[in-house]
C-alpha cells in the first residue's frame, strides 16, 4: 500500500492523488498531519514540501514530476500517464512542466493577491491542519499563514504589475482547454496524459478559489467539469492519438504560449542565474515580467533540453516543424 501524504489546498498534492486514483495504485490519502508525521518524512528528503509518496517499500520521495517517473519504473502497464509514441511524450512532458513551473503562478497570484481570496484561503489551509481546534485558533493560524504567504509573492512574480500578465495566461488556458473537454477528451487521445494531470493540478486550485472560480464558471463552464472528473478517473479508458494525426488545437495553442511565455522566462531566468544576478525581467506578450531567480527553473530548463537532444532522428523529424513554429525549437535546441 502507497501512502500519500498532502493537502487539499496543494496543486501538487491534487495531481498526484489523482495519478494514483486513474493508474488503480492501491494508495491510502493522508491530509493535514502533523509536525511529528511531516517531520519523520522531511527529515529523509531534501526539501520539506508536499506531497510526499511513501512506497511499500518504506522509501520516501516527494517533487511530483519525479514521483511520476518513478511510478512509471516500478509499475509500467497499460495504465501509464506517458504517451506511447516518443514525440507525443516529448510534448507532454513539456506541457507538464510549464503546468508546474509557469501554470502555478496563477494559482499563487490569485489565492494571495485580493483580500477576499487571502481570508477564505488563509483559513480554509488553517482548517485543514487543526480541524477541531476551535475557531479562534483555526483563524490565527489562518491570518498568521495569509501573512506569509502573500509576504512571498513578490519573490516568485506575483506583483500587481505581473498580475494583468498572469490573469490574461490563466484565461488563455481556459479558453484552450474549455473546448478540448467537449470535443477530445484529453491533451493526446481519449485518454489522460502526464500533461493532463500537470494542469489539473494547478486548475484544480483554480476551480475552488473564490475568485478565479467565477472566472472559470463564466468563462470555461466545461473545464470546470472536467476537473472534476479527473479527479478520480480510475474508470476512464481510452487510446492515444493517433501518432500521424495533428496535435490537438488545445496541444497546439499551449505549445504556442510556451514559445511566447515559458521558454523566454526560463531563458531569462537560466541568464540571471548565471550572471549571479537575484533578480530578472523579460518581456512577454508585450509587458515588463519580474522575479526573483530560482535555481530549480535552471534546473528544468536544462532537462527539457536534454530530453531534446536525447530524442531520435525519427522523433525531432516530425516535431521540429511543430517547435519551430511554436517558437520552441531553437530555446530547446540550446542555441
Not at 502533523?34 to 520539506?48: E, N
Not at 479558453?175 to 489522460?192: I, V
Not at 526560463?266 to 512577454?284: I, S
Not at 534546473?299 to 517558437?327: M, Q, T, V
Request: hydrophobic letters at 45%; one cysteine or more; proline letters at 7%.
Amino acid at each position: 500500500m502507497y501512502r500519500l501524504y498532502g493537502g487539499l489546498g496543494s496543486p501538487y498534492s491534487l495531481k498526484m492523488r489523482a495519478v494514483l486514483r486513474y493508474r488503480r495504485i492501491p494508495h491510502i490519502w493522508l491530509a493535514g498531519n502533523g509536525p511529528d508525521v511531516m517531520g519523520r518524512l522531511f527529515s529523509q528528503l531534501k526539501a520539506p514540501v508536499i506531497p510526499v509518496l511513501e512506497f511499500p517499500d518504506g522509501t520516501v520521495m516527494n517533487d511530483s514530476t519525479p514521483l511520476i517517473r518513478e511510478l512509471e519504473r516500478r509499475l509500467p502497464g497499460e495504465r501509464t500517464v506517458v504517451p506511447e509514441d516518443e514525440a507525443q511524450a516529448f510534448l507532454a512532458w513539456l506541457l507538464e512542466d510549464m503546468a508546474d513551473e509557469w501554470g502555478t503562478k496563477a494559482m499563487f497570484h490569485y489565492r494571495w493577491f485580493r483580500e477576499r481570496d487571502q481570508l477564505m484561503l488563509g483559513r480554509w489551509l488553517a482548517f485543514d491542519r487543526l480541524a477541531g481546534a476551535g475557531r479562534q485558533a483555526i483563524e490565527q493560524a489562518g491570518e498568521a499563514f495569509r501573512e506569509r504567504q502573500v509576504g512571498r509573492m513578490a519573490l516568485v512574480g506575483c506583483t500587481p504589475a505581473n498580475a494583468p500578465l498572469i490573469e490574461a495566461t490563466a484565461k488563455k488556458v481556459f479558453d484552450l482547454l474549455d473546448p478540448m473537454a467537449t470535443d477530445e477528451g484529453y491533451l493526446f487521445g481519449s485518454r489522460p496524459s502526464v500533461a493532463d494531470f500537470g494542469w489539473y493540478g494547478q486548475l484544480s486550485q483554480l476551480a475552488s478559489d473564490p475568485t478565479p472560480h467565477e472566472v472559470m464558471a463564466e468563462r470555461a463552464p466545461f473545464l470546470m467539469r472536467w476537473l472534476a472528473n479527473l479527479d478520480d478517473a480510475s474508470g476512464v479508458d481510452g487510446r492515444w492519438r493517433d501518432p500521424p494525426a495533428d496535435p490537438s488545437a488545445a496541444v497546439i495553442g499551449l505549445l504556442k504560449m510556451a514559445g511566447e511565455i515559458y521558454l523566454p522566462f526560463l531563458l531569462a531566468n537560466a541568464a540571471a542565474a548565471q550572471a549571479g544576478e537575484e533578480t530578472f525581467t523579460v518581456e512577454l506578450w508585450g509587458q515588463p515580467y519580474s522575479q526573483g531567480t530560482f535555481r530549480y527553473q535552471v534546473k528544468c530548463l536544462a532537462e527539457l533540453r536534454a530530453a531534446y537532444a536525447g530524442l531520435s532522428a525519427a522523433a525531432r523529424k516530425s516535431l521540429d516543424p511543430l517547435l519551430e513554429d511554436a517558437g520552441l525549437r531553437a530555446a530547446l535546441a540550446g542555441g
